[in-house]
């Protein structure tokens, strides 16, 4: 083959590399409800006639090469409802569901949990600045360090209560690949999923 054969080659492989990728990017985006809208490059607000979610994630999308992955979240619904933590998942790009650490985990692996929580303190977003109900914002409780509140599998929220805090998530396999993820949040009225672009 001559060398114009050779570069035309390369190009035409190239091109329809780039196709298929964005073709893949096109698909993942389709996936996800136009609810979703983002707001900076690792926060993401979702909002319908039911719910108002946001999910912020700066310190995670960029250091996920660890078991942890952390997701700083604000939860309102309109009606009165309470979420159980087995209504919040994170789904892999590959479909896999992973569910929301349990308290137990969290505990048993403190060191690395105090750990992320301190390194990510440094690109900590303010989730709740997103919500118009800035007077009743609670926490989850859905986790706690030690000596910390008493931990709840469930908080309330409504149009006027708005519930904050940290969701960990525990890799299978000890690590995070690149991709996009799905965070889930379910309720009583319906379901909320939340791109979330792991770097």
Known sequence: MSQYGWQKAVRLT??????????QSL????????ANRERGRAAVEYKDADAH????YYYSQR????????????VSTTESIAIERSAIALR???GRVIPLA????????VVRIEQLLQNATVLSHNVASYFVQRDRIESMRLFTLPFGPVVSDSF????????VGPLFFES???????????LIVRHSKGTAELPIHLE
């Not at 698909?27 to 136009?34: D, H, I, K, Y």
């Not at 979610?53 to 912020?56: D, G, M, N």
């Not at 309330?156 to 519930?163: F, K, M, S």
């Open 14 to 23: 190239l091109c329809g590399a780039a196709l298929v990728l964005g073709a």
């Open 27 to 34: 698909e993942a985006q389709e996936e996800f409800s136009p």
């Open 53 to 56: 979610v946001v999910a912020a």
């Open 63 to 74: 250091n996920h090469d660890s078991r942890w992955l952390m997701i700083e979240a604000g």
């Open 92 to 94: 892999t790009p590959q």
């Open 102 to 109: 349990t308290q137990r985990r969290v505990g048993e692996d």
């Open 156 to 163: 309330v929220v409504d149009r006027h209560r708005v519930a």
């Open 172 to 182: 299978p396999t000890g690590a995070w690949e690149k991709g996009t993820y799905a």
